[in-house]
């Protein structure tokens, strides 16, 4: 665990932390797995069936078939505090979904429309600020880009708003909500971590003050269009960190917030938690699309493979990155 109060497990997210001041017995979480610890009483939002139940929408544990006419349906964890949309997919056919069938899993309407991370201050279960970023999907749950948007989505502030005024009786602190087509497709009790840095110390300040205070008090109608951009690999390869020199040239391209080198080096890529198409390797904050587009190039050509058979069902060799010795 990395710099407390702010409670994270990820090195790379020192940076966005580590200077801001906050009283030592105050805990936020920035991750699932402690949320889910710090917040019992609302901490069955975690289950996603439940979720899509409290909507109306078609759903129920993969034990329960669909009807014909719902195909096709999406298929996921009922629970999965990890992230990265591990496990996730479209069934087509009834066929499909019988060969699918899993443990743990349920079925859901197939939604359509823009994918949108919302993240959202609640004092005593009323939202009290929200901001919204969209995702550019390339396919097998992974994401090319998102952009943070600096105007309001009113139509998902009411909807997630309205389901949190009857769901999160009493809740103070911050949330996130994924929706597609407007509707919830899964809730985090804790805010996005990866583009903390685009927010702002400002904002971070303000989050500080809504655990210890209670209270929310923001002004960010300075807000500006930003982007988060990933590069992806294979979990079927290892991989060597970056050295220190490309990250600092990629850092400094203009435009770019942050640099995070989002991998262990030396860890097989299928033991972490991915989407089902890539192993992220990397995440670009930036205030413009282009600069965090030519600081992933410099990382995609600073990051080397290791030179060892494919990963196969999680088993491979010892692989030793030796690319800076």
Known sequence: QYNMPFIHSKPWR???????????????????????????EHRWVYNKLTIALTQDLKAAPHCVLPPKAAYPVFSKPLMNLKGMGVGSRVIPDEATFLKSLQPGYFWCTLLKGRHVSTDAAFVNGEMVWSRHTTGVPIGDGMFDYWHLHKEAMPEIEDWCSSWAHKHLTGYTGMANFETIGGKIIEMHLRFTPQ????YGDK??????????DKVWELDDSDRIDQYSVILWGSQQRSYCLPPA???SRAAAVPGVSSIQVSFHENVDPTTASNPPGGFRLAIVNSYELEAGRKATKILREAIKEVDTKPHVNGVTGSAVCRCHK
């Open 14 to 40: 020192v940076q966005f932390f580590n200077h801001i001041k906050c009283p030592e017995d105050v805990f936020i979480p920035t991750e699932d797995c402690d949320a889910w610890r710090l917040c019992p």
């Open 195 to 198: 583009w903390a840095d685009l």
């Open 203 to 212: 904002w971070l300040n303000a989050v500080v003050r809504l655990y210890v």
């Open 245 to 247: 020199a490309e990250v």
